[in-house]
């Protein structure tokens, strides 16, 4: 109930901030699964709803800090040698892709990694008055706001390994087999 009770206050809190956002971050998709040991991510479509203001991506994190247990998140949008940049009102949709290193973020989940882990990815971004890679950007003056975020519900399941589910399943067998006797 408490871990419920703190979804749905995150949730909440994610829903008025976004109000008073100039972005609007949907996942695709925002329940993401792997076998324990391997890696998987999520694809995003963020929309910059400034009439007026660029939106510059600084970097993505998944909260609550996963634990180390779990498996470790990384930023695939922050790290990149051409920002992403988005004009008043527009939108940019990217898939997750592993090997060309696309999307919003990716999770490598733990060798010993089970269920689910649910969170709130979060992006982080500036806003500024003109395009931030033209030449006469100037950050004194063309500053709207250097720390904006904006989160979106995210979870990662570790799923069982195929061989796991047999186990499991001559488990229940022979349970219900022992109780026949």
Known sequence: MTHTLKLLCATAATL??????????????????????????????????????YLLVTGT???????????????????RADWLVLAP?????????AGLRTGLGEFSLA????????????????????????????PDRDTIRVDASIAALATVTAVPEPGSWALLLAGLLALRARRRA
């Open 16 to 53: 008025l901030a976004t109000a008073a956002q100039a972005a609007v971050l949907t996942l695709s998709p925002a329940n993401v699964g792997a076998y324990a040991g391997q890696t998987t991510g999520w694809g995003f479509s963020l929309f910059n709803d400034s009439t007026s203001g």
């Open 111 to 138: 060798p010993s990694a089970a269920g689910p882990l649910s969170g709130q990815v979060w992006l982080h971004y500036a806003l500024f008055s003109v395009d931030p890679t033209t030449a006469g950007f100037d």
């Open 89 to 97: 009102m527009a939108t940019w949709a990217e898939a997750y892709d």
């Open 61 to 79: 994190d998944f909260a609550p800090g996963a634990p180390s247990a779990f498996g470790s998140y990384a930023d695939l949008l922050g790290p």
